[in-house]
Nanobody, 124 residues
Framework: QVPLVESGGGLVQAGGSLRLACAASGRIFSSNKMAWFRQAPGKAREFVAALTWHGGITYYADSVKERFTISRDNTRNTVYLQMNSLKPEDTASYYC?????????????????WGQGTQVTVFS
């Protein structure tokens, strides 16, 4: 069983929107925080957004603040990333991740479980 499965990626024109979903197993869904990271070709993986289960505190990279929103649906064991006003520089593979700790929401090393990724391509 794959603990995290992303979906919702695709091809979109600049200025458009996409919503990514990350379906989690029950065990993973009880992790302390979930996050989205992204990686563009030839670049390092970078933090996008995170959400803590207890208190629902959210964190965002400056590059996506005011454009992206992370949220969760407990009834569906799913985390979402609503992406609006997309730009070509948002093009990347997007990965969902789960962490058992409260530390370092922006630190990829804190996340022990990762999905396979979903591709987002934004054209101008």
């Amino acid at each position: 069983q794959v603990p995290l499965v992303e979906s919702g990626g695709g091809l979109v024109q600049a200025g458009g929107s996409l919503r990514l979903a990350c379906a989690a197993s029950g065990r993973i869904f009880s992790s302390n925080k979930m996050a989205w990271f992204r990686q563009a070709p030839g670049k390092a993986r970078e933090f996008v957004a995170a959400l803590t289960w207890h208190g629902g505190i959210t964190y965002y990279a400056d590059s996506v603040k005011e454009r992206f929103t992370i949220s969760r649906d407990n009834t569906r064991n799913t985390v979402y990333l609503q992406m609006n006003s997309l730009k070509p520089e948002d093009t990347a593979s997007y990965y969902c991740a789960a962490s058992p700790t409260f530390r370092g929401p922006r630190d990829s090393a804190e996340y022990l479980t990762w999905g396979q990724g979903t591709q987002v391509t934004v054209f101008s």
